[in-house]
């Protein structure tokens, strides 16, 4: 789902790279590798710039909490 400023996870595969980072459905991604996300779309985009197996530096808010912090995730 879009948010202003970010996306909010609404799936996560376990055994996917989120999955193992800890993310939990109804977190939000407001940035990778500091360059804040536009929607949906925008997360695309920026994510097929990546190379396979590169990791990505993503800040998210905790659904749970409210607290945000940068969380460093190996694509596979």
């Known amino acids: 789902m ?23 459905v109804g977190d939000a991604i407001l940035t990778v590798n500091g360059q ?11 994510l097929e710039t990546i190379k396979p197996h590169e990791k990505v530096t993503l800040l998210a808010v905790d659904h749970r909490t409210g607290r945000s912090g940068n969380i460093e995730v190996p694509l596979g």
């Open 2 to 24: 879009n948010t202003p400023g970010g996306v909010i996870i609404e799936r996560v595969d376990p055994k996917g790279p989120l999955g193992k980072a800890g993310f939990e």
């Open 36 to 46: 804040p996300i536009s929607g949906l779309e925008g997360l695309v985009a920026i």
